[in-house]
């Protein structure tokens, strides 16, 4: 046995950076209807790889290939896990262990969203590949090495849709890698090719593997669209030299890798499969590759297999060419070949060799492995041979009865048998058939024109020479039979003999021929012979028939014609207007019944308020059309345009074919006329000048405004609202009251304002501030408003503290003048007494008085600043005093005398 390691390792993904992906693909299968299974099938290595760098799923993601536009993200949970087996068991080896992780979803594809022809792409991207690979540069970023190599799974789909039909396809099964592995110098091949569920062509390339954008584990934003770049090949490697191998690795476009490689490594590959539908490319997958090569195989040698027929003793090496006639026997339609091999004379090898055969087909597709006998086995001892008999089936794989096959000759030699192939041109006289055919005088093509209301027979007759069973099918083109009137009455149907009458009903009143007058049939006649070649016979049918004249019915309008424009009435009519007009429609010719109907197209007339009654009669029917264009059901801002349809359908004729005429009215809805509102401001406070809508306001003084907004449209009346929709000052106002109001035709509502010193700051004490009043209508679609601003200076209360003078002498004599200390004088008009105290403003107010003797006693006090001092039981003499306000004091003295 040789022990020599080719591992095939296709690209994984890793929720970290590592060095432990094998590979993988995507696969997506249609399921049913509008149902896709999404796969992504990865390879895991079990020897090298982290345990817990094992994704327990994924989330790739779908393109439109056009312009990248996502489509939408599928999330894939981890759903199966299995080992990867090797082509000889027995050849195992401890440095190798892969399983295969399935990660699965099942997704909806539309075919309102997924009917783009160019097609579509899912993809994944995983950063990082191993860091040992020999042909391509794989550096770990987070130590340092800037030539990362990340890996890129993608794969195409063709649209769901095509021309309107559902397009269905899932996409190439790709067939799993084996955990085998290759030796330098020694032949190493694989079986790529994939199966395709619906008998699409598939061919294979080899391509650049994909690298992953940046070398980020896996992108924050999810998979990115393409393009992606290339992986960066070292020095001496290249797409034409990617292992280099003597001959390098190479594919044939049925899938069959092969390769001899030169040189120990860790190389990567990848392999592109494109699938074609009618010679039109429809999807592609790929799938990257590892292949790990040590020179660590034993010698060995390949087997040899020779052939001969039964009756001569001639063998043949590499080719051999066999013919039999159909008159042989089972028995004699053989060959007999004969294996051996050096390696069961060798010591080294226990003088024991198993070897077994295998077939391959040349040109075609076959499952040919039936030509092998029973028992295609055996263990070679001490140089013994075996022979083993090659029969052939008396159907040939094609009708000519020419094809090759080669028989294989394969040791248990690891990692990859070695192999010798015997190539086999193969002639098998089929078995005697006559085709069956139709029988004149029916012809070939029959042409046939009938008047509705016939009823015609047409008779099929086939027959086979060989009398064998004969399958009849009928392939209509497109139509139904029985719903036209078209049936098949059998009238013998035996080995050798097919009759029967084609019977065509063409009454229009019983059968439908409202889509379809004329007819494509054909009848294929088929043999049920030994070998089930496509031995047949064709005929076609070419019928018409011709149906009753019926006259289409009359649409017609009061309406004026002048308003047509390219055959539609366009009209226009403001909100709050009306459309009204009648709509006829007549059948003078046939007298049928008539059915008259309206709609709205794109929205529902009973949504707009419109009405049109559908109406039903003989000869001639009319109906109304109403429509009162009223705010409350149209909104011009999202649709000023409306489009209605009137139909007449004389759908009572014979045939029960649509007869029908239309009538189209568009209608452009404009805004209503509207006049905007007016706002006055009248001053309610008679202690304040209003002038030019500006009011001078000194502290403690009421601001009271009424406001009237008066709307001039009376069909309909608007509702009109006042707002105070802006309020600025020399500081932020606050404090004022003010309501919008809303009404019907006019509105009045008040605003109001007593300021208080918090209006004040920074010691500045008089504010200006501006108030912007609206008026607004509420005509529909057209609102207009009218503003109004109000402007206010308010200023502190004036207080002259500097030219305050407090009396200085009192006389408590009782003499009834000057008998006490107070902050008053007599108004010398009014006779009466007066405070002259400074007014207490927003910069200062009285807090209290204090009166000392002479010896700094206090005497008196007060916080009210109308206060009075009488001294009673005090000395004549000088006092001081003090008169605190909030922002200043004022000392002086009384001089007090009896």
């Not at 393109?63 to 894939?76: E, H, W």
């Not at 046939?448 to 009928?474: C, F, H, P, W």
């Not at 009011?695 to 609202?721: C, F, H, K, W, Y």
């Not at 304002?753 to 209006?759: E, K, N, R, T, V």
């Amino acid at each position: 046995m040789k022990r020599l390691l080719l591992i095939l390792f296709c690209v994984l993904a890793l929720p970290v950076m590592a060095s432990h992906i094998v590979g993988g693909e995507f696969e997506l299968i249609h399921l049913t209807g509008n149902k896709y299974r999404v796969n992504l099938i990865l390879y895991f290595d079990d020897i090298n790889g982290n345990p817990g760098a094992q994704d327990p799923s994924v989330t790739a993601r779908i393109y439109r290939k056009r312009d990248n536009m996502v489509m939408q993200d599928v999330f894939m949970p981890l759903m199966q896990t299995t080992n990867v087996s090797y082509t000889q068991p027995e050849c195992t080896i401890g440095q190798l262990k892969t399983r295969k992780l399935v990660y699965t979803t099942e997704i909806t594809l539309s075919g309102d969203k997924y009917s783009d022809p160019a097609g579509y792409y899912i993809v994944w991207e995983r950063c990082c590949r191993n860091y040992q690979i020999t042909n391509i540069y794989s550096e770990n970023t987070q130590a340092g090495g800037t030539k990362y190599a990340g890996q890129t799974f993608y794969l195409e789909f063709p649209p769901v849709v095509k021309n309107g039909v559902p397009f269905y396809n899932s996409s190439p099964r790709l067939f799993p890698p084996l955990s085998d592995y290759a030796c330098p110098r020694r032949f190493y091949y694989v079986d790529f090719a994939g199966v395709d569920d619906d008998g699409d062509s598939l061919v294979y390339s080899l391509v650049s593997p994909l690298n992953t954008k940046n070398a980020e584990a896996i992108p924050a934003s999810g998979p990115r669209p393409q393009p992606y770049p290339s992986v960066t090949f070292r020095p001496g490697f290249s797409m034409e030299g990617i292992v280099g191998g003597e001959p390098d690795l190479a594919i044939t476009r049925e899938g069959l890798l092969t390769v001899t490689p030169s040189a120990q490594g860790l190389f990567v590959f990848a392999v592109r499969c494109e699938e074609f539908r009618n010679e039109v490319k429809i999807g592609e997958v790929r799938r990257d590759f590892q292949m790990l090569v040590l020179d660590a195989c034993p010698v060995a040698e390949p087997p040899v297999i020779t052939g001969k027929k039964l009756s001569d003793v001639t063998t043949f090496r590499d080719k051999m060419n066999i013919t039999f006639s159909n008159q042989v026997t089972d028995s004699d339609r053989c060959i007999q070949v004969t294996v051996s091999d050096p390696d069961a004379s060798k010591i080294e090898d226990n003088f024991t060799e198993k070897v077994k055969l295998r077939v391959v087909t040349f040109g075609f597709k076959k499952d040919m492995s039936t030509i092998l006998p029973a028992v295609s086995e055996a263990t070679l001892t001490q140089g013994s041979t075996k022979t083993f008999d090659i029969c052939f089936d008396e159907c040939p794989p094609n009708e000519s009865g020419i094809f090759q096959v080669g028989i294989i000759a394969m040791d248990d030699a690891c990692s990859l048998p070695l192999s010798d192939t015997l190539r086999l041109t193969v002639n098998v006289q089929p078995p005697t058939n006559v085709k069956p055919k139709f029988e004149l005088p029916l012809a070939e093509v029959t042409t046939d024109n009938l008047t509705e209301g016939d009823k015609e027979i047409y008779r099929i007759k086939a027959v086979d020479g060989n009398n064998d069973q004969m399958i009849i099918s009928i392939i209509p083109e497109g139509f139904n039979m029985g719903n036209v009137g078209m049936n098949v009455n059998q009238i013998e149907n035996r080995k050798g003999l097919y009759e029967a009458d084609l019977v065509w009903d063409t009454r229009c009143d019983v059968y439908d021929f409202r889509e379809k007058t004329n007819f494509q049939l054909r009848f294929l006649v088929q043999d049920e012979d030994a070998c089930a070649y496509s031995g047949s016979d064709t005929v076609s049918f070419n019928l018409s028939v011709k149906l009753p004249g019926n006259a289409d019915p009359v649409i017609s309008t009061d309406l004026q014609p002048d308003q047509i424009v390219n055959g539609v009435y366009m009209l226009e009519r403001k909100l709050f207007g009306k459309l009204d007009f009648n709509v006829t429609g007549a059948d003078f010719t046939d007298n049928d019944l008539l059915v008259l109907t309206g709609r709205g197209v794109g929205f529902d007339m009973n949504a707009v308020a419109a009405t049109f009654p559908s109406k039903t009669g003989n000869t001639t029917i009319t109906s109304p059309f109403d429509w009162n264009l009223i705010c409350e059901k149209i909104n011009l801002t999202s649709k000023s345009e409306f489009d209605f349809q009137f139909v007449v359908k004389d759908d009572a004729n014979k045939c029960r074919l649509y007869k029908a005429d239309t009538l189209n009215v568009k209608l452009k809805v404009l805004p209503p006329d509207n006049e905007k509102p007016t706002l006055a401001v009248v001053n309610m406070n008679p202690d304040l000048d209003f002038e030019n809508n500006f009011q001078e306001v000194v502290l403690g003084q009421q601001i009271s405004l009424a406001l009237t907004a008066t709307d001039p449209n009376l069909a309909p009346m608007d509702l009109v609202r006042i707002d105070l929709i802006d309020a600025k000052g020399d500081n932020e106002p606050e404090g004022y009251v003010f309501a919008s109001a809303t009404g019907t035709g006019s509105v009045q509502t008040t605003f109001s304002w007593l300021p208080d010193c918090s209006i004040f700051r920074n010691g500045d004490y008089e504010n200006n501030y501006t108030f912007k009043f609206r008026a607004l209508d509420s005509r529909c679609n057209t609102s207009k408003a009218d503003t109004l601003t109000v402007d206010f200076r308010i200023s502190d209360i004036v207080n002259d503290l500097d030219a305050f003078i407090p009396p200085n002498f009192i006389s408590a004599n009782g003499d009834g003048y000057n008998e006490y200390f107070a902050m008053l004088r007599e108004n010398t008009e009014t006779g009466e007494l007066e405070n002259i105290l400074p007014f207490d403003n927003c910069e200062g107010r009285f807090v209290s008085i204090s009166i000392y003797n002479r010896w700094g006693n206090e005497v008196f006090s007060s916080n009210n600043r109308d206060f009075q001092w009488r001294p009673v039981n005090q000395a004549a003499g000088v006092y001081f005093y003090t008169l605190v306000f909030s922002n200043r004091e004022y000392k002086g003295s009384i001089t007090v005398r009896d």
